[in-house]
Structures are given as structure tokens and as C-alpha cells.
Nanobody, 120 residues
Framework: VQLQASGGGLVLPGGSLRLSCAAS????????MGWYRQAPGKQRELVAI???????NVADSAKGRFTISRDNAENTIYLQMNSLKPEDTATYYC???????????????WGQGTLVTVSS
């Protein structure tokens, strides 16, 4: 099972980006999928997570600006980021928890990071 993230890049302050993360493999089910981010010199922090039933947990710093959504059939999540600020600059990591795939249980999985840079 792998998580493949995409969609990062350079954007002007106030701009928007959409990140995607797709889980691949013989997946039977994934409970939570989401995004963490890590800025240089800072600890990794939760941005948003969405559960298979549709409930979400969004960091205060992202509320009102970022929207997380999920396509359960495709095991894919999206993070729509609007009104981006320079302080949103970070490497964003896709994350999944409580995964059942091919008869194996995975507590957590991480994808590779995708860099988001908000700068003029």
C-alpha cells in the first residue's frame, strides 16, 4: 500500500492550490486520511483529516480557508487551499490511519511530501 501525493507548487499570497493524495494497493478500507505539514525548523503538525464516514478534523489555522474532501471509491483525498498565506509554506505530507489491505492491518502510513511555497 502506498500513498501518492501531488499538487504542490509556488503560489502568490491569497492564491489557491489543490493537493491530492491517492492510496494504491489491494485496499479493503481506510479509516482516516489527511494531511500534515512541516515548515523548516518546526514540528510536523496536523492540517486536516477526514474519516471514512465523512467527519473531519481541521486545524484552527486552516479553518475557513482549507477544505478536505474524500472519494472513498478511489481511496483519494483532496485538500483545497484558498487564501494562502506565507505561513502556509511547508512540506505537506499525506497520511492514512487504520488501513486494511490484502489481509494486513496498517496502523499508519505516510506518503512522500509535496512542497507548498506561498511567496510573492
Amino acid at each position: 500500500v502506498q500513498l501518492q501525493a501531488s499538487g504542490g507548487g509556488l503560489v502568490l499570497p491569497g492564491g489557491s492550490l489543490r493537493l491530492s493524495c491517492a492510496a494504491s494497493g489491494s485496499i479493503d478500507g481506510i479509516n482516516g486520511m489527511g494531511w500534515y505539514r512541516q515548515a523548516p525548523g518546526k514540528q510536523r503538525e496536523l492540517v486536516a483529516i477526514i474519516y471514512s464516514g465523512g467527519s473531519t478534523n481541521v486545524a484552527d489555522s486552516a479553518k475557513g480557508r482549507f477544505t478536505i474532501s474524500r472519494d472513498n471509491a478511489e481511496n483519494t483525498i483532496y485538500l483545497q487551499m484558498n487564501s494562502l498565506k506565507p505561513e502556509d509554506t511547508a512540506t505537506y505530507y499525506c497520511y492514512a490511519e487504520n488501513i486494511y489491505a490484502g489481509g494486513t492491518y496498517y496502523f499508519t502510513l505516510w506518503g512522500q511530501g509535496t512542497l507548498v511555497t506561498v511567496s510573492s
